[in-house]
């Protein structure tokens, strides 16, 4: 069995686990779910989410596997806790199952960076998304995706993740970036930006129910946590790294990519007249932008410089869920990772093809992972790093840490008593949403 694999820098790291974060929940999800429930006031939550119990879990995941230095499975039972390798197994599935869900929107985004080139999405916008989002089109760039993701990950640790996301988390920062600044003077940017970020308190005081388990979802989503990607990514670091320094600016830029999303999907949609779309279904970000990109000056190159960000979020954060699978078989079986993570990619592309013949999965699988399998896995490994392994793992942190003991004093005692009571509660809401 050839050796383990760990990053060969810091910045690659760094790099790898924002590439995970920075995903569809981002660019495709985040600022629809803002704008439809409150605005500034939902960022709130959102954000309070992300930074009270999103950035201390991420941290449970980062001790659990520097310290075992094994995959999301192995790394229970290398700890000396071989009972709560459920918790990693979960894991394993869960990253399966969204992958292939996952990869069939990849697919939709391949089409329409086709349709940005082409200009086929321009004449009937409504028409091209049905046309690609289910049946054999869908089927074919799902498999394109899968193929792309496969690649990446076959070529190992280092020559596939880190290399690939070395250059696609740049270029997405750069493009984000240089088309928020695009949009900013089209007609009706101003309008777009107070859309987005009002603060509509009343909608959240009418929700508050329904809204802080989906706010509290999707920041467990977009920091990739609950699947033991953190955990694989930070079983390849060293010794040496400052886990909550990387941890914060992990969470930081993430955040901030999600921002960006939001300063340039709503200057285009208030660019048309009627282009805001009521409520969010899965299409609906796909259909509304490309109607409006269909009718704004510059619109098919803005068109091509989205959907191209899109992807590159999307591939980087579907190679980290590919990397769960692949790194727990070939940890556990010594099988070489290029056979491994084909054979495994093969197979989440066959159970993608539903999706990709039938969306009306996708939200029932939103439901199901938002409100209770992302607040339940991570509450497991909650409780794991604060009251099973709690020594070693409060440990593991200070090691390379720039922050200090109290640091890891107050993070143990959060992990213990303000995570469980605060997803307890969100647990609670999403059941209770789930079943009204
Ligand atoms: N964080 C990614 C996004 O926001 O799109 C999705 C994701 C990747 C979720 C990896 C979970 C995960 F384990
Ligand atoms: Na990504």
Do not use: C
Request: no cysteine; aromatic share 12%; net charge negative.
């Amino acid at each position: 069995m050839s050796e383990r694999e760990t990053w060969t820098s810091r910045v690659g790291f760094i790099l790898a686990a924002v590439g995970s974060a920075v995903g569809l929940g981002n660019i495709w999800s985040f600022p629809f779910q803002t704008a439809s429930n409150g605005g500034a006031a939902f960022l709130v939550v959102y954000l309070l989410a992300v930074f009270l119990i999103g950035f201390p879990a991420m941290l449970g995941e980062f001790v659990i596997g520097r310290r075992s230095e094994q995959n999301a499975v192995e790394a229970f039972r290398s700890l000396g806790f071989g009972e709560w390798s459920v918790a990693g197994g979960l894991g394993v599935v869960g990253s399966f199952v969204t992958l292939a869900f996952y990869s069939v929107v990849g697919g939709w985004v391949l089409s329409y960076i086709v349709g940005s080139v082409t200009g086929a999405y321009l004449g009937d916008p409504g028409a091209y998304f049905g046309a690609v989002s289910a049946g054999p089109i869908a089927v074919a760039t799902h498999a394109v995706f899968m193929a792309l993701t496969i690649g990446i990950v076959a070529l190992g640790v280092t020559d596939g993740i880190e290399r690939a996301t070395k250059v696609m988390v740049p270029a997405i920062f750069v493009l984000i970036g240089g088309l928020a600044v695009w949009v900013s003077t089209l007609d009706g940017a101003s309008d777009g930006y107070s859309y987005y970020l009002s603060p509509d308190v009343s909608v959240i005081a009418g929700d508050l129910a329904g809204i802080v388990p989906s706010a509290v979802g999707q920041a467990f989503f977009t920091l990739s946590l609950g699947f033991g990607v953190m955990i694989a990514y930070s079983s390849y670091l060293g010794r040496d790294d400052s886990l909550p320094a990387d941890g914060s600016a992990i969470v930081v830029v993430n955040t901030l990519v999600a921002l960006l999303a939001g300063f340039v999907v709503f200057p285009v949609l208030f660019a048309i007249e009627g282009a805001v779309p009521e409520s969010g279904g899965a299409g609906t970000a796909f259909t509304a932008l490309a109607s409006a990109f269909s009718q704004i000056p510059g619109g098919q190159a803005i068109g091509l410089g989205f959907f191209v960000v899109l992807l590159l979020a999307a591939l980087s954060s579907s190679i980290s869920l590919l990397e769960v699978p692949t790194s727990f078989v070939v940890d556990r079986t010594g099988y070489d990772r290029t056979p491994t993570a084909v054979g495994l990619g093969v197979l989440v592309a066959i159970a993608g093809v539903p999706t990709a013949l039938d969306t009306g999965i996708l939200g029932w699988y939103n439901d199901v992972v938002f409100n209770l399998l992302l607040p339940l896995a991570v509450l497991v490994i909650a409780v794991f790093v604060g009251w099973v392994a709690d020594d070693q793992l409060a440990e593991e942190l200070d090691l390379g840490s720039s922050f200090g003991d109290d640091f890891s004093t107050v993070w143990l005692w959060w992990i213990r008593i303000v995570i469980p009571v605060a997803i307890g509660g969100t647990l609670l809401l999403g059941i209770q949403s789930l079943l009204v």
